[in-house]
């Protein structure tokens, strides 16, 4: 099994459309362990996945209503988030797997997304808005990860261009950057389809 996973440093940056992009791209598996959320119809991000990528999505091992962080939504929702039950999934081919919103966001009170991202031992993609803020919150995200032995496999920007900023994000962190995926005025399978293989290469990802 290969596995990527996709973090970000804030939520509400285009996480979720990456994602798509990543597994339509790779023909993966789409997981999200902790859905915390809906939309008015019940809908969460693996249902945008799955919808934009064409590609099956797992049922996420946790499925709550309350649409704030994971460790304060199970509470909330009178839940207790175990740890064995968030084990990668065993899939053929890739699996792509998108934690909740930023690095440090906490999964239980004694656990953070980057800490069962050390456990799963797998490379991380760190997907970053272009704008005003990045840079700061894009370092601190990595050293967060580097802090753990997470492995990165780069870096994905999600906006309009600001090449001074995505550059010396790489340049300082001394990460990959994989590419930008630009904001597209009407979003659906196809148009997400071809930005990502504009702007991506898939071989990085592999």
């Not at 440093?9 to 994602?19: A, Q």
């Not at 902790?34 to 008015?40: C, I, K, L, N, P």
């Not at 909330?76 to 797997?97: C, M, S, W």
């Not at 656990?111 to 069962?116: E, K, Q, T, Y």
Request: with cysteine.
């Amino acid at each position: 099994m290969s596995a990527i996973i996709v973090t970000g440093t804030d939520t509400e940056i285009g996480k979720t459309v990456f994602s798509a992009a990543l597994t339509g791209a790779l023909g993966a598996n789409y997981w999200k362990p902790v859905q915390a959320g809906t939309d008015e119809d019940g809908h969460g991000d693996a249902e945008t996945v799955a919808r934009l990528s064409g590609r099956p999505v797992l049922p996420s091992a946790y499925r709550l209503k309350t649409p704030c962080s994971p460790h304060r939504a199970a509470e909330i929702d009178g839940v207790t988030i175990d740890r064995e039950r968030l084990a990668l999934p065993q899939v053929e081919g890739p699996l792509v797997a998108e934690g909740a919103g930023g690095v440090l966001v906490p999964v239980t009170r004694q656990m953070l997304f980057a800490d069962l991202f050390t456990h799963w031992g797998r490379p991380v993609v760190l997907v970053a808005r272009t704008g005003l803020g990045t840079i700061n919150h894009s370092l601190l995200s990595i050293e967060a990860l580097r802090s753990r032995g997470v492995p990165i496999l780069g870096i994905a920007f999600v906006g309009e261009g600001v090449e001074d900023s995505e550059a010396t994000i790489a340049a300082i962190a001394g990460v990959k950057r994989l590419g930008r995926l630009p904001r597209l005025d009407v979003l659906n399978r196809e148009t997400l389809a071809e930005a990502f293989a504009a702007n991506f290469d898939i071989e990085d990802f592999r």
